[in-house]
């Protein structure tokens, strides 16, 4: 009985595993020490844009320019590579947008690789900024608040993306390049109320996803709303590691802190 549950374990996590697929493996390695992540195969456009960017050398010598404790370490800012001390990082990138992929099974738990983006309506991810989630360990009750900041996105989400709203944006678009403040207003109060009244399906927190938040911890309110497509499965201290260091103002490292290099381990395996 013991052997077979232990088949049975093992092929589920095969099946788990990208349906038989080994995972890529990539190794990152900075100055604080070497993390190897795996990559999703439930999310290939942003695991073949990263091979891609990592085979290409694209990550060598960039920064971790944004360093949040118990939120999450960001890299991969191109411009990053020889700024100077103090510059303001993390508007550049390659010229592209990878598309949304989100999965129900992935989340930001502590150690996940996920995709940066800006505020854009499709929630395109940036094609070359990435973070690596540190977080903390969540409780019932800031799993619930969290559950509620990720459907006040999601309902924010729809509102843009609603057809019958593209006229009031664009006149609220146009109003605030002109600086008429009055019906900035007037339309800002129109908008508020199109949000609040937008029909959407709530989204809840799936109890296995609760136990590993309240177990290693994570950044639940970011979940549906930027794509997950790896994990670290060493060297998850090196996170801390980063996200302990000293940051100015703009959450840069006062010390830059260094991806050495980037390298993928078994490319005989996609």
Not at 45 to 67: A, G, I, M, P
Not at 210 to 232: A, M, S, W
Not at 249 to 258: A, D, K, M, S
């Amino acid at each position: 009985m013991k052997k077979l549950l232990v088949i049975l374990i093992l092929l589920l996590g095969i099946w788990q595993n990208g349906q038989g697929q080994v995972r890529p493996q990539i190794e990152i390695q900075t100055s604080k020490g070497n993390l190897i992540v795996e990559l999703y195969h439930e999310t290939p456009q942003h695991r073949d844009n990263f091979l891609k960017l990592v085979q290409e050398s694209v990550y060598d010598s960039l920064l971790f320019h944004r360093v949040i404790e118990e939120f999450m370490i960001q890299g991969g800012d191109t411009q990053s590579k020889n700024a100077a001390p103090g510059e303001a990082l993390g508007s550049s990138d390659l010229p592209y947008q990878i598309p949304a992929e989100f999965h129900p099974d992935l989340f930001h738990k502590k150690g996940a690789l996920a995709a940066a983006r800006t505020n854009n309506p499709q929630r395109a991810s940036s094609s070359t900024q990435f973070y690596l989630v540190q977080g903390k360990i969540q409780n019932d009750s800031l799993l619930t608040h969290n559950e509620g900041r990720i459907n006040t996105f999601l309902q924010r989400h729809f509102a843009v993306n609603n057809p019958m709203n593209k006229g009031l944006l664009d006149s609220l678009t146009q109003a605030r390049e002109v600086k008429d403040s009055v019906l900035v207003q007037t339309l800002s109060k129109t908008w508020e109320s199109r949000i609040a009244n937008q029909e959407f399906e709530k989204y809840s927190i799936p109890e296995a996803h609760r136990q590993v938040y309240k177990e290693i911890g994570g950044t639940p309110h970011l979940d549906q709303n930027y794509t997950v497509f790896g994990q670290v499965i060493s060297g998850l201290e090196f996170i801390d590691a980063i996200a302990a260091v000293e940051t100015d103002q703009r959450n840069r490292p006062l010390v830059n802190v260094y991806i050495l290099k980037m390298k993928w381990l078994n490319p005989s395996n996609p």
